[in-house]
């Protein structure tokens, strides 16, 4: 390690100790340097900020200075060469304080040899060089820290541009759905409604004529199922319900509508009273419940379903448990298959409104979905 040390800097105030550490480093095997001394601390000021030196001595005591401000001030300035203290009594606290200040080793006056002094050289550069490393490796860290906080900022910032517009679309996409469901009820199924009078009245013109009023009584049943199939699209579309009479029943008349249509026993408990939801936490939970008892319908094989939507302090909860055959490798595989997907834009829907969804799944036992809405101001 005494290999790379060629320029050695003194600062003492006592020119004795400059002479007595130029002989000893002149009997040090194979080590030539050059030595330099100053005796103030102004001046040793100077020459560190010029950092040109490979190895500093600096005395404990300068005089009226002390010799551990300059150390620190090096170090501040981000001089990285080894220093060691000179002082005339050594003990632990000279040894705590000499570290704390950044210096690399101490010897005391009079008391150390050649072979000490070269052991505090090596060892000064060796800590010094280990010192300088870590330094490096703060830095680049730091840096690494810094960058990784300005992703994070940017991502966060990313993502809740995102939720922005995935709110805004879901806003929009419920209120086309309203559009069309309107559009369906009144426009269509008036001009269903009038298709049918004018069969009626088909059939009343042409009373005497059994082929005709057949046909129009054939036409007329057509038309009826359009109708029927019209208030089923735009009920599905929007229920007017959801936004007229609110959640409880919107969902009740999805349950009742569903019973005719499958084999399903339904026990359904709500407990949301009179209290209107925000019309964002109200289509969220109604698309859910949608979504949910779809799937038990479509999947689950089982034979009962219950549904249970209540208020609970500053939350909404919402559970669908039935008694089917469950869900494979749920809850993590929601990538996979019909009722997966709808697993997953459940999910995606809930977390626009903050809320989150757990599953419990057995083959013996069935699934239970447990969904938590928290009823907050939502950032828009």
Same mark, same amino acid.
């Given at each position: 390690?005494?290999?790379?040390?060629?320029?050695?800097?003194?600062?003492?105030?006592?020119?004795?100790?400059?002479?007595?550490?130029?002989?000893?480093?002149?009997?040090?095997?194979?080590?030539?340097?050059?030595?330099?001394?100053?005796?103030?601390?102004?001046?040793?000021?100077?020459?560190?900020?010029?950092?040109?030196?490979?190895?500093?001595?600096?005395?404990?005591?300068?005089?009226?200075?002390?010799?551990?401000?300059?150390?620190?001030?090096?170090?501040?300035?981000?001089?990285?060469?080894?220093?060691?203290?000179?002082?005339?009594?050594?003990?632990?606290?000279?040894?705590?304080?000499?570290?704390?200040?950044?210096?690399?080793?101490?010897?005391?006056?009079?008391?150390?040899?050649?072979?000490?002094?070269?052991?505090?050289?090596?060892?000064?550069?060796?800590?010094?060089?280990?010192?300088?490393?870590?330094?490096?490796?703060?830095?680049?860290?730091?840096?690494?820290?810094?960058?990784?906080?300005?992703?994070?900022?940017?991502?966060?910032?990313?993502?809740?541009?995102?939720?922005?517009?995935?709110?805004?679309?879901?806003?929009?996409?419920?209120?086309?759905?309203?559009?069309?469901?309107?559009?369906?009820?009144?426009?269509?199924?008036?001009?269903?409604?009038?298709?049918?009078?004018?069969?009626?009245?088909?059939?009343?013109?042409?009373?005497?004529?059994?082929? *005709?009023?057949?046909?129009?009584?054939?036409?007329?049943?057509?038309?009826?199922?359009?109708?029927?199939?019209?208030?089923?699209?735009?009920?599905?579309?929007?229920?007017?319900?959801?936004?007229? *009479?609110?959640?409880?029943?919107?969902?009740?008349?999805?349950?009742?509508?569903?019973?005719?249509?499958?084999?399903?026993?339904?026990?359904?408990?709500?407990?949301?009273?009179?209290?209107?939801?925000?019309?964002?936490?109200?289509?969220?939970?109604?698309?859910?419940?949608?979504?949910? *008892?779809?799937?038990?319908?479509?999947?689950?094989?089982?034979?009962?379903?219950? *549904?249970?939507?209540?208020?609970?302090?500053?939350?909404?909860?919402?559970?669908?448990?039935?008694?089917?055959?469950?869900?494979?490798?749920?809850?993590?595989?929601?990538?996979?298959?019909?009722?997966?997907?709808?697993?997953?834009?459940?999910?995606?829907?809930?977390?626009?409104?903050?809320?989150?969804?757990?599953?419990?799944?057995?083959?013996?036992?069935?699934?239970?979905?447990?969904?938590?809405?928290?009823?907050?101001?939502?950032?828009?």
């Amino acid at each position: 390690m005494t290999s790379s040390v060629h320029r050695i800097l003194l600062v003492d105030d006592a020119q004795i100790e400059y002479l007595t550490l130029e002989r000893m480093l002149l009997k040090i095997p194979d080590f030539r340097v050059t030595l330099d001394w100053i005796p103030s601390y102004a001046q040793a000021q100077a020459a560190i900020e010029n950092g040109s030196y490979d190895l500093y001595f600096i005395d404990y005591r300068l005089g009226p200075d002390n010799g551990l401000d300059l150390i620190r001030l090096a170090r501040d300035q981000g001089i990285v060469k080894p220093i060691i203290v000179l002082t005339g009594h050594g003990s632990a606290a000279v040894d705590e304080i000499a570290a704390e200040v950044g210096a690399n080793d101490y010897l005391v006056k009079g008391e150390f040899d050649v072979v000490l002094l070269e052991r505090a050289i090596r060892y000064a550069t060796r800590n010094a060089q280990t010192m300088a490393k870590l330094n490096r490796q703060l830095i680049e860290w730091r840096a690494t820290a810094q960058e990784l906080q300005l992703q994070t900022t940017l991502r966060a910032a990313a993502e809740a541009e995102v939720q922005h517009v995935l709110r805004q679309l879901m806003s929009e996409q419920e209120a086309e759905r309203k559009r069309i469901a309107r559009e369906l009820h009144d426009n269509l199924g008036q001009s269903v409604t009038l298709v049918q009078l004018g069969l009626d009245a088909i059939a009343r013109k042409f009373a005497t004529q059994p082929e *005709l009023v057949e046909k129009a009584a054939a036409l007329k049943k057509i038309t009826q199922e359009i109708g029927t199939s019209l208030h089923r699209i735009a009920w599905e579309a929007r229920p007017a319900a959801l936004d007229t *009479l609110g959640l409880a029943d919107a969902v009740t008349q999805l349950v009742a509508d569903w019973e005719p249509h499958s084999s399903l026993k339904f026990d359904l408990h709500l407990g949301l009273g009179d209290r209107r939801l925000p019309a964002v936490v109200e289509s969220t939970l109604y698309r859910v419940v949608q979504e949910g *008892l779809t799937n038990v319908v479509r999947h689950a094989n089982a034979e009962r379903v219950g *549904l249970v939507l209540e208020i609970r302090s500053s939350e909404v909860i919402c559970i669908i448990e039935d008694d089917g055959v469950g869900i494979l490798d749920a809850p993590h595989a929601t990538d996979r298959g019909p009722r997966h997907l709808g697993l997953l834009g459940m999910r995606e829907r809930l977390a626009l409104v903050d809320g989150a969804m757990e599953i419990e799944t057995s083959k013996t036992k069935g699934t239970a979905l447990f969904v938590r809405v928290p009823l907050k101001p939502l950032q828009e």
